[in-house]
């Protein structure tokens, strides 16, 4: 009888498990933000440098893009509900061990089990909340990218304030990671199986999970490396163009990143009724439109408008990036496919945040950081056009899960 009333949940435990991947994705986004804010600390303390900080970083990176092949295969087998209570909480307690590491080679190799548990989490909280959507039979997802985005905010604020009430980042990032290890936990609770039949217990994937032709994976994996690519235009060069490029004044300079952030963030939690509205064809066609007019006005404000112009376009690009890498993941869940698909879309969205700033930066360095930002506002294109094409091959056939419970009205 429990067994059937995980397959077939009522709309209360539809609600608590959606209460529940909000928490856990917020908690993930706290973490990650409370690991950023430490990092000039840890910096000061083990005394780095830009190098020796820039290879760590890069280690998480790589860790965890390599992380997630295993993860998305792992999940096919014991499903992402399993792996995020089993994987989860730990990786929030492993954020322990840089803050406390006595030497650069430990934090080097604390630095790789946290790639691992990040890994693991990624593909774990977007696989899970593929799969409550197609519970939802309507768009949930943008809102959870959302939480995340507002857990890492959280973060840096909560930083900020206990600095001024004289806690240490390393005292505050024990604290963090120890209570968001307990957080964590209690929010993957009322998580549920796969929607769909499973084989025997909860510990399978889906038996009927659909196989997607290649052709369509590969173009959701260079989507999803374009999403990112376009994202991390803004997040690593958005302060840079605003000072190097448009000469801005150094108090306005942070603005332009802050911008985005906050648009991209609102648009997330927005995205989902768009999405409704929309379709992920259109949807998609309309944010690759909005982000490349937003590069466009970026790249014109060195001649023209200068930084009101730059902070107007880096707004328009936030606005339309945000609902793109939500759209591919509802995409995956909705064609049938299992963890290990939407794991691509996870390992396509690392390898472009590990990719865009070379890139940008080596054309930047050859040419001028204008070229550069013409990446991803080529990339921007790309989704515009590329998008809803490879939307109507992904979809096309889809049929009705009889088993998802319908629910479109929580």
């Not at 700033?357 to 360095?365: F, K, M, N, Q, T």
């Amino acid at each position: 009888m429990e067994r059937e009333t995980e397959m077939h949940p009522d709309l209360t435990a539809l609600r608590r498990a959606r209460i529940g991947v909000l928490g856990t994705f917020a908690t993930s986004g706290f973490v990650m933000g409370a690991w950023a804010a430490a990092l000039p600390s840890v910096d000061r303390r083990l005394d780095l440098g830009e190098a020796r900080l820039g290879t760590l970083l890069l280690l998480i990176q790589v860790v965890g893009l390599i992380t997630m092949f295993a993860a998305g295969r792992i999940a096919d087998r014991i499903t992402s509900r399993r792996l995020l209570r089993w994987a989860g909480p730990a990786t929030q307690l492993v954020l322990i061990a840089p803050a406390v590491a006595p030497s650069y080679e430990m934090l080097l190799f604390c630095g790789a089990l946290y790639g691992v548990g990040v890994g693991f989490v990624e593909v774990g909280l977007n696989s899970h909340s593929v799969e409550l959507e197609r519970y939802y039979r309507r768009p949930i997802l943008s809102s959870f990218h959302g939480f995340w985005s507002l857990g890492g905010a959280a973060a840096g604020a909560l930083t900020s304030f206990g600095l001024t009430l004289g806690l240490g980042n390393q005292t505050m990032l024990v604290i963090a990671a120890i209570a968001c290890t307990v957080v964590f936990a209690a929010f993957t609770l009322p998580l549920l199986p796969p929607p769909g039949p499973v084989g025997g217990d909860d510990a399978g994937a889906p038996v009927g999970a659909a196989r997607i032709g290649a052709v369509v994976l590969g173009a959701m994996f260079v989507l999803g490396l374009g999403g990112h690519l376009v994202e991390s235009g803004a997040s690593d060069w958005a302060n840079l163009h605003a000072a190097r490029v448009l000469d801005a004044d150094e108090a306005l300079t942070p603005l332009a990143y802050s911008v985005f952030a906050v648009a991209m963030t609102v648009f997330r939690l927005l995205g989902d009724p768009i999405r409704a509205r929309l379709g992920p064809g259109r949807t998609l066609l309309f944010a690759g439109v909005l982000a490349t007019a937003g590069y466009a006005l970026v790249l014109v404000s060195a001649a023209a408008g200068g930084l009101p112009l730059a902070w107007a376009g880096w707004i328009l690009a936030g606005a339309g990036i945000a609902v793109i890498v939500p759209v591919l993941f509802s995409a995956i869940g909705d064609a049938g496919g299992p963890p290990s698909n939407v794991a691509l879309i996870s390992i396509s969205g690392s390898t472009g945040m590990l990719l865009g700033p070379a890139v940008i930066g080596y054309l930047a360095e050859a040419t001028s950081l204008t070229i550069g930002l013409m990446v991803p506002a080529v990339l921007a294109v790309f989704i515009a056009v590329a998008g809803p094409l490879t939307m109507r091959r992904l979809l096309a056939g889809r049929t009705a899960d009889p088993a998802v419970t319908v629910a479109a009205r929580t």
